[in-house]
């Protein structure tokens, strides 16, 4: 017999060993989150896709599925979180959107518009952060960082290489990269690397590639992020 | 006349975007002055809001002195504040000048920067001062209601104003909501 959950309500399926977000993406439920990606392992930092489940609070990105379990997930005060924790994602860093190349394709961007975010509700830090242009064809804008790790695991499991890794704690956390120098031209990174094209946010881009798309045709312009990512997760999830 | 609702706005450090966004509404305004009137605003040079304005509209993010001022007053005689556009709600363009040390900001515009004659930093009294860093406008006062965009769509306003002028809670659907 199949074993099956319901979140908000309906009754889905899943496998054993699945997790709640990959059950919900394969029931065409999305749960809003950046630092998931089905094609690297979980991180749950992020802490967007936060649910409840059988009345507690949980990360549906590292939380396995369980046959009865009770999910909530679209409730008004779980999107009031989300919303916060994405204003708090917005003033920690300098996100600057009419001067930033990501966007329109910017997922950060495009949970905000989801959530319907019109303000960042919290003092802005204007933190100082630092460009890494030194190399020839992938910027980094520590800016634009939010710590999802993503660059890391995608370095790591996929192309093999240990680029990225994430140094320091709490407010003093950043992004950096291996080499002597600190410096990204000194790594082993490449333009074709999974890392490389990751990252949510504009804080790595590939250079010479900007505003390539006229406003109105970007990625979220007309689409909403939930469409666009239970289109592109389970495709891969098949 | 004294049914109108009356609308102030004014840009602090904003570079009048909004400003020319929201008169994109077009012929719309003449329907928007069936039922408002402009109080303190650049579209009427009106120098001081009255104390019963409904509507204040805020573009620009705060960088001066003069900008704190002006925001007060806003505050202190409109029913309903908002800010509009990205400058008032974090800063936006502006507020990229607060990673460089204010002196540095100063000596590259007017002592080191190229083609400068005659080189001094203005000190005129009637000058505001600089503040520190620009921030947004409601580190400042409370503030009602956001409008982003960079600019805010003239429907933006359209449907903000007219959701306001109805009586209902204002809101914006996904196509009208962006930062850029």
């Given at each position: 017999m199949t074993k099956t959950l319901t979140i908000d309500g309906v009754t889905i399926p899943f496998e054993d060993g699945q997790t709640i977000i990959q059950a919900a993406t394969a029931a065409g439920i999305y749960i809003p989150h950046l630092c998931h990606n089905p094609e690297f392992t979980p991180h749950g930092s992020c802490k967007l896709c936060t649910v409840k489940v059988n009345g507690r609070n949980c990360s549906a990105c590292?939380?396995?599925?369980?046959?009865?379990?009770?999910?909530?997930?679209?409730?008004?005060?779980?999107?009031?979180?989300?919303?916060?924790?994405?204003?708090?994602?917005?003033?920690?860093?300098?996100?600057?959107?009419?001067?930033?190349e990501k966007t329109g394709n910017c997922q950060l961007q495009a949970v905000a518009y989801h959530l319907n975010m019109l303000d960042d509700h919290f003092p802005l830090f204007y933190p100082h952060r630092e460009l890494d242009a030194s190399h020839e064809e992938i910027l980094i804008d520590h800016n634009r960082c939010i710590f999802c790790t993503l660059c890391v695991r995608a370095s790591h499991e996929q192309d093999g290489k240990d680029v990225f890794a994430i140094s320091g704690r709490g407010i003093n956390k950043h992004l950096i990269v291996n080499s002597e120098t600190g410096l990204l031209k000194d790594t082993d990174i490449s333009a074709s690397d999974k890392a490389?094209?990751?990252?949510?946010?504009?804080?790595?881009?590939?250079?010479?590639?900007?505003?390539?798309?006229?406003?109105?045709?970007?990625?979220?312009?007309?689409?909403?992020?939930?469409?666009?990512?239970?289109?592109?997760?389970?495709?891969?999830?098949? | 006349m004294t049914n109108k609702i009356r609308v102030a706005t004014t840009s602090l450090a904003g570079c009048f975007g909004c400003h020319m966004s929201f008169l994109d509404i077009d012929e719309r305004i003449l329907e928007l002055a069936e039922v408002v009137v402009f109080d303190r605003s650049p579209i009427t040079d009106i120098e001081h809001c009255s104390a019963d304005c409904d509507i204040g509209l805020i573009e620009g993010g705060v960088c001066n002195s003069e900008n704190v001022h002006t925001l007060r007053e806003f505050r202190k005689n409109c029913?309903?504040?908002?800010?509009?556009?990205?400058?008032?709600?974090?800063g936006g363009l502006p507020a990229m000048r607060n990673f460089i040390p204010l002196e540095e900001c100063l000596n590259e515009a007017y002592i080191n920067g190229i083609g400068v004659e005659n080189a001094q930093i203005p000190s005129d009294p009637e000058l505001p001062l600089l503040l520190d860093k620009v921030?947004?406008?409601?580190?400042?006062?409370?503030?009602?209601?956001?409008?982003?965009?960079?600019?805010?769509?003239?429907?933006?306003?359209?449907?903000?104003?007219?959701?306001?002028?109805?009586?209902?809670?204002?809101?914006?659907?996904?196509?009208?909501?962006?930062?850029?």
């Open positions: 590292t939380f396995p599925a369980m046959d009865g379990q009770e999910v909530i997930n679209n409730a008004k005060d779980l999107n009031a979180d989300r919303q916060k924790i994405t204003q708090m994602l917005f003033v920690e860093g300098n996100h600057f959107c009419p001067s930033c490389a094209h990751i990252c949510p946010t504009g804080a790595i881009l590939i250079k010479h590639t900007a505003y390539q798309v006229p406003i109105g045709k970007r990625i979220y312009d007309h689409q909403q992020i939930d469409q666009v990512t239970l289109n592109s997760e389970s495709e891969h999830d098949k | 029913k309903i504040l908002v800010a509009v556009g990205a400058c008032s709600i974090n921030r947004p406008i409601h580190e400042v006062v409370k503030v009602d209601y956001f409008l982003p965009g960079c600019p805010p769509s003239a429907d933006v306003f359209w449907k903000f104003l007219t959701d306001l002028i109805a009586g209902k809670e204002p809101s914006l659907p996904y196509d009208l909501v962006h930062y850029d």
